[in-house]
């Protein structure tokens, strides 16, 4: 049984997050208000929806700051059917709602819900519950491992359905990691991550426009105008930025050029407006985010809260690193926004309880 302590949570941590946001909201703000009044008539649209967000999200972290972590294991099994159900629903015409040839929303009427956020914290809830109560099994492949790698890839493979490969790409690579913290063999890690570059390669080469994609990420200037477009316009505006910025809301890419500038290539706006300096503090921040996460997580007081802090951390730190590797054209496009800065309700919603429960487990830590 733990000891409780009940100290206060982790202030660095809390404030990093509401830094994050902080800047998230003003480069919405920024980077969509020409769009938003060309399309909508209303500069503030984007601003307005993600506020309302924001503010929905940060008070389910506060309430989930003080609810005991430990509640979470009965409602780990419950959860993660349920989110399997939703991911099942969204693939259903007349349910899913599709957008650009992707149908990963559920209409709520002038709502939509995202499943596959809901399916990330679910299966890393159930995964650390399940992997705490192994103990020395997580060393066997058969009876340790397996039944969540059944997990993984039944649900890796319905948000591939959607298509969403990036998203799969992050749930995977994050309950690897937590494998690793579980105590996994070396050997079988090793394995894992080589099958599954192996399926990433297969997945890819199974599809015309993601073989595009990862054509353009390696020369985008083979075709300007069609799969290199995205990329171009994206290092155009960070090569704009230079070290300071042009100034916050006088970047150009913003006018129509950037796609998806308020949500997947919203950094680009960021080293655009903010230079350098602006890019490197939003970077700096997911850094002390992830030094304090996983702070929590070695300290915690049990297995299961360990395993749960190191997910979570994980989680959202791998999101960060492949929309930043997108944006400064390291890695093939995917479509995943940046954790706390890009527009998008269930995202911002899900991060934020994530968080919250990152900060109860800080409330247990052994040692500050």
């Known amino acids: 049984m733990r000891r409780r302590i009940g100290r206060a949570p982790d202030f660095l941590l809390f404030l990093t997050v509401l830094m994050l946001l902080s800047i998230g909201l003003?480069?919405?703000?920024?980077?969509?208000?020409?769009?938003?009044?060309?399309?909508?008539?209303?500069?503030?649209?984007?601003?307005?929806?993600?506020?309302?967000?924001?503010?929905?999200?940060?008070?389910?972290?506060?309430?989930?700051?003080?609810?005991?972590?430990?509640?979470?294991?009965?409602?780990?099994?419950?959860?993660?059917?349920?989110?399997?159900?939703?991911?099942?629903?969204?693939?259903?015409?007349?349910?899913?709602?599709?957008?650009?040839?992707?149908?990963?929303?559920?209409?709520?009427?002038?709502?939509?819900?995202?499943?596959?956020?809901?399916?990330?914290?679910?299966?890393?809830?159930?995964?650390?519950?399940?992997?705490?109560?192994?103990?020395?099994?997580?060393?066997?492949?058969?009876?340790?491992?397996?039944?969540?790698?059944?997990?993984?890839?039944?649900?890796?493979?319905?948000?591939?359905?959607?298509?969403?490969?990036?998203?799969?790409?992050?749930?995977?690579?994050?309950?690897?990691?937590?494998?690793?913290?579980?105590?996994?063999?070396?050997?079988?890690?090793?394995?894992?991550?080589?099958?599954?570059?192996?399926?990433?390669?297969?997945?890819?080469?199974?599809?015309?426009?993601?073989?595009?994609?990862?054509?353009?990420?390696l020369d985008p200037w083979q075709d300007p105008q069609g799969s290199g477009f995205h990329i171009i316009q994206s290092l155009y505006a960070l090569g704009s930025g230079g070290l300071f910025g042009t100034g916050l809301g006088q970047g150009k890419q913003k006018f129509l050029y950037l796609p998806a500038q308020h949500t997947d290539f919203i950094f680009a706006v960021i080293g655009e407006e903010l230079g350098f300096v602006g890019a490197a503090l939003v970077i700096s921040l997911f850094a002390v985010f992830v030094w304090r996460g996983l702070r929590v997580a070695v300290a915690a007081p049990d297995s299961f809260g360990s395993l749960l802090a190191a997910g979570l951390t994980v989680g959202i730190a791998l999101q960060a690193i492949i929309n930043i590797g997108v944006v400064t054209g390291s890695l093939p496009i995917t479509g995943i926004t940046l954790p706390l800065i890009s527009f998008g309700g269930t995202s911002l919603i899900f991060t934020l309880i994530s968080v919250g429960i990152l900060l109860n487990i800080s409330k247990y830590v052994t040692g500050k």
Not at 81 to 89: G, P, Q
Not at 198 to 203: F, N, Y
């Open 26 to 217: 003003v480069m919405i703000l920024s980077a969509s208000e020409y769009s938003t009044l060309v399309h909508y008539n209303d500069s503030f649209y984007y601003f307005k929806r993600q506020l309302l967000w924001a503010l929905i999200g940060l008070t389910l972290m506060f309430l989930v700051m003080n609810w005991d972590y430990w509640n979470w294991r009965r409602w780990a099994v419950p959860a993660v059917a349920l989110a399997f159900l939703l991911l099942i629903l969204v693939l259903i015409p007349g349910i899913g709602r599709e957008v650009y040839g992707s149908s990963r929303w559920i209409g709520l009427g002038p709502l939509t819900f995202q499943p596959s956020e809901f399916i990330k914290l679910c299966l890393v809830v159930f995964t650390a519950y399940g992997l705490s109560r192994k103990g020395e099994l997580v060393q066997s492949f058969t009876h340790g491992l397996l039944p969540f790698l059944v997990m993984l890839g039944a649900a890796a493979g319905l948000i591939l359905l959607q298509p969403d490969l990036g998203t799969a790409v992050t749930l995977a690579g994050t309950i690897l990691i937590m494998f690793f913290a579980a105590g996994a063999r070396m050997s079988a890690l090793a394995g894992l991550a080589g099958t599954g570059v192996v399926a990433v390669g297969l997945v890819i080469a199974a599809e015309p426009y993601r073989m595009q994609r990862f054509l353009a990420f």
